[in-house]
């Protein structure tokens, strides 16, 4: 997901050769996450059940939507259209199951949900010039769907979490920002005119403040509380972070308001140095636990 959005926001900004190198990386980690997530499903069942109850899970759904997504950029769409059915086909049983096992005081994951279902609508978007109106109009319905969940996981939420998370917090602006960039991506077509134009519009510009308000907030909590010591969680740091920079870069030609589109490049730039830094860590961990293998 964060590898991947940056690759977005870098095609989007003109850096090709950037943003190819990260498609690739991406597109290499989805199929090594791929072949271990089928291979749990066949060989230790017990595990991908316990496994599939929790938030993370839809991480599965949201990445694939992201890379397919990426792909139809470059114009690759019969790759992208495969890769929205497998995550449409994976998506209602997992966000069953997961919210099935909600409790109250959940961490940032449980926005899970949110961005999930609104990654669907954005690459569902993306097709629909290409196959047709009906992606339109489901890609739509997605979208009310996620605001819906992201009232429902922000219920759960432990706001604790803004000051003490382990960068998953980052969540809760990341998928108010996806939601914009749904938004952005359901504008442009023909199907929606006058009123309902108006407010899809007025709708992607609110969901979008929200976002660079929870931004400006996370933002401020990290420098209040530093927490520089790596975290697994720190991807979900990196994927909001490129997620609002992309959300800029789309909604300002969209809405036609295109100071959001200035503002998307600096925070693409600021995504894609915590994306290295985060990088960084998780390989100094790597050899950390590789040249001391005890447990």
């Not at 740091?237 to 503002?263: I, Y």
Request: proline share 5%.
């Amino acid at each position: 997901m964060a590898t991947g959005i940056v690759s977005v926001g870098l095609h989007l900004t003109g850096r090709q050769v950037l943003s190819a190198v990260l498609l690739v990386l991406a597109a290499g980690l989805w199929v090594v996450l791929a072949a271990d997530f089928t291979w749990r499903l066949l060989r230790d069942r017990d595990r991908w059940i316990t496994e599939a109850d929790t938030p993370p899970a839809l991480t599965g759904v949201a990445a694939t939507c992201v890379l397919g997504t990426r792909l139809a950029l470059s114009g690759r769409h019969p790759a992208a259209a495969v890769l929205l059915a497998v995550a449409t086909l994976a998506w209602p049983g997992l966000l069953i199951t997961v919210i099935r096992h909600w409790r109250r005081r959940m961490p940032g994951a449980a926005f899970l949900v949110c961005v999930a279902t609104q990654a669907l609508a954005v690459l569902a978007a993306v097709l629909a010039p290409v196959y047709g109106s009906w992606l339109a109009r489901g890609a739509l319905v997605l979208f009310c769907l996620g605001v819906l969940l992201y009232g429902l996981a922000l219920f759960h939420f432990d706001p604790r979490q803004v000051v003490s998370g382990a960068g998953d917090q980052w969540v809760a602006g990341g998928a108010m920002a996806i939601s914009a960039l749904a938004g952005s991506k359901l504008l442009p077509s023909p199907l929606w005119t006058g009123t309902a134009h108006t407010v899809l519009r007025t709708a992607t510009l609110t969901l979008l403040g929200l976002a660079l308000a929870w931004y400006l907030v996370l933002a401020a909590a990290e420098l209040a509380r530093p927490r520089l010591s790596y975290d697994i969680r720190r991807w979900a740091t990196v994927f909001p972070l490129g997620m609002t920079a992309v959300a800029c870069l789309n909604a300002g030609p969209a809405t036609g308001v295109h100071q959001l589109s200035t503002l998307g490049r600096p925070l693409l730039w600021i995504a894609t140095a915590v994306w290295l830094l985060t990088l960084v860590g998780f390989l100094r961990r790597a050899w950390s636990e590789a040249a001391d293998p005890t447990p």
